[in-house]
């Protein structure tokens, strides 16, 4: 798949930058050909009209008569009075080209002559006329000369045009394919964390549907336990769903300013008694009265989250902090926690989703492995960074920072 788009990628900039390259090379060349033509046209006229070899009434560029341009006069009864003396010719090869020239009735054109192409101007005179010949095959030769130029360098262009199209095609794909990678692996997690409970919801109807003639309050044990597992999918769905809506629809939060000191201690309050029941201890030191610009819910979202985060995985006699610092410019919060830690090969995993550090005992505490997903996109709704690492003590420390916009 990769190695098609990145060969179509290569192949549409190779096809590009021909046409472009025939466009410039096709404009060049006219504009050299008809320049040369106009140009002899132009001296032979002046000859023509002057009877001499040089042509000085056609502007300084044309002072000396170019190789290739000279003329011949004739009588009325076309006989060659003279030839012009910037060329030797036999009066064989002159009487030919006259006799071709003066069987046209054209004053001007072109003739063919020992395979060389000659363009001709007859000028009529009171002796007879004088017929001005340009020989083609010079500027043939400059013309044809450009072409293989133009070959050449088109050639050395498309080859180097190759190669930095399939470098920059294989720098492109590196994106496409770690969040091709990364799609991959969060429908298989999604598949596997949905398969989880409807497995459990079909096994508890299964067992309920074979024995009917049970009461329902016989069988509520399997009753709750698919209960639970509807409760814990449409959970699952929910974060889905806001991750969706806060990757594709940044406008989805609601900006007010508000204090977030106060939005912090209410955040904080439903988990002191899930805390008290741990044997965990929660502290605060949040600097009063700071304000803020952004979402209060998903902040009050996040700090949830991760405090959350931090009680599942903080032992019995612990501690969680919850901090809360400002300056000018800039909003800190940091929650850390007195567990073990995150191992250093973990740290910039954490906010993958589905991505769990223990993961048969993140499911026995009820994690999906998409809190701390959800915590990162609300930060950078926030236009904030979330970082994690370890504390100078024991556990691990989550930092968010917000810039203050009022």
Known sequence: MFHKLKMKLVLINICSLSVILIIIFSGIYLIMKNFNEYQNQDIMNAIGKEEQNTAPNIGPNFKNNPAGIFYIKINHSASILKISSNITITKK????????????????????????????????????????????????????????????????????????????????????????????????????????????????????????????????????????????????????????????????????????????????????????????????????????????????????????????YTPQGGNVTLKLNSDDSTIEILVIDTGKGIAKEHLNKVFERFYRVEKSRSRSLGGSGLGLSIAECIVKDHNGNISASNSFGKGAMLKVTLPIEL
């Not at 929910?238 to 594709?248: G, K, R, V």
């Open 93 to 312: 090869y002159a009487s030919s080209i006259v006799a071709l020239a003066s069987k046209n009735k054209a004053t001007s054109g072109n003739i063919n002559y020992n395979k060389i192409v000659l363009k001709y101007l007859k000028v009529q005179k009171q002796y007879g006329s004088i017929i001005v010949f340009s020989d083609k095959s010079q500027g043939n030769y400059i013309l044809n000369h450009l072409l293989l130029t133009f070959l050449i360098i088109g050639t050395i262009s498309l080859g180097f045009m190759f190669l930095i199209s399939l470098f920059l095609a294989n720098k492109a794909l590196v994106p496409i394919k770690i969040a091709w990678d990364k799609q991959k692996n969060f429908i298989a997690d999604a598949s596997h964390e949905l398969k989880t409970p409807l497995t459990v919801i079909n096994t508890s109807l299964e067992i309920i549907m074979d024995n009917k003639e049970e009461t329902v309050e016989s069988q509520s044990k399997w009753v709750e336990n698919a209960q639970g597992e509807i409760n814990r999918m449409a959970k699952l769905l929910d974060d889905l769903l806001l991750i969706a809506s806060s990757d594709f629809d940044k406008s989805s939060i609601f900006k007010a300013v508000f204090n977030i000191s106060y939005a912090l201690n209410q955040a904080i309050l439903p988990f002191e008694s899930v805390a008290y029941e741990k044997g965990i201890t929660v502290k605060t030191e949040i600097q009063p009265e700071i304000e803020f610009c952004g979402d209060e819910g998903k902040i009050k979202q996040l700090i949830a989250i991760l405090i959350d985060n931090a009680i599942k």
